[in-house]
């Protein structure tokens, strides 16, 4: 059975920095590219970032660029997204997804 | 940026009553789009890829048609654990977008 597991949101101050982790077992997860996604309280989906295979390739949302940095790990079945310059409207849940399968997300509050 | 405008915003069905939302994207994106259901408190769930093909596990009554600029996702006969949001996602391009979503009630 695929699982998704993601981790490490928190509540923290605007500025601040986080890294999220998202864990995939039951897959072959160097197989499959990688997203982020994310969904602020009532509101609908955004996509936040992309990671290939071989992590040659990667974009960012015009929102999170530049601040931003996704990457993963193929041997440890990882993907992670280091959150720096925090602000307010990324306060969301963060999903990763493998394969259409998701995540039950991780919740960053940004806030003073 | 490819936006997807997905209607209606809300809809209110019956236990069996055959469903339709349509999302339609402002340019041609071939067959690279997904449908997702989402329950309150809960993940998506991918129900559709590739326009039409059913994600595994998915019950047959839910469907998905279109190709280039204009795409459905169809449920059969409405169920009670059917009630919920629908959200269709283009990946054809980056940025990857998402339409606005579809809260489908209990009438």
């Known amino acids: 059975e695929v699982q998704v597991v993601e981790s490490g949101g928190d509540l923290v101050q605007p500025g601040g920095s986080l890294r999220l982790s998202c864990a995939a077992s039951g897959i072959m997860f160097s197989n499959f590219n990688m997203n982020w996604e994310r969904q602020a309280p009532g509101k609908g989906l955004e996509w936040v970032s992309y990671?290939?295979?071989?992590?040659?390739?990667?974009y960012y949302a015009d929102s999170v660029k530049g601040r931003f940095t996704i990457s993963r790990d193929n041997a440890k079945n990882s993907l992670y997204l280091q959150m720096n310059s925090l602000r307010a409207e990324d306060t969301a849940v963060y999903y990763c997804?493998?394969?259409?399968?998701w995540g039950q997300g991780t919740m960053v509050t940004v806030s003073s | 940026d490819i936006q997807m405008t997905q209607s209606p915003s809300s809809l209110s069905a019956s236990v069996g009553d055959r469903v339709t939302i349509t999302c339609r994207a402002s340019q041609g994106i071939r067959n690279d789009l997904g449908w997702y259901q989402q329950k309150p408190g809960k993940a998506p769930k991918r129900l559709i890829y590739?326009?039409?093909s059913l994600q595994s596990g998915v019950p047959s009554r839910f469907s998905g048609s279109g190709s280039g600029t204009e795409f459905t996702l169809t449920i059969s006969s409405l169920q009670p654990e059917d009630f919920a949001t629908y959200y269709c996602l283009q990946y054809n391009s980056f940025p990857r977008t998402f339409g606005g979503g579809t809260k489908v009630e209990i009438k």
């Open positions: 990671i290939s295979v071989d992590s040659n390739t990667i």
């Open positions: 997804a493998i394969n259409g399968i």
């Open positions: 590739a326009a039409s």
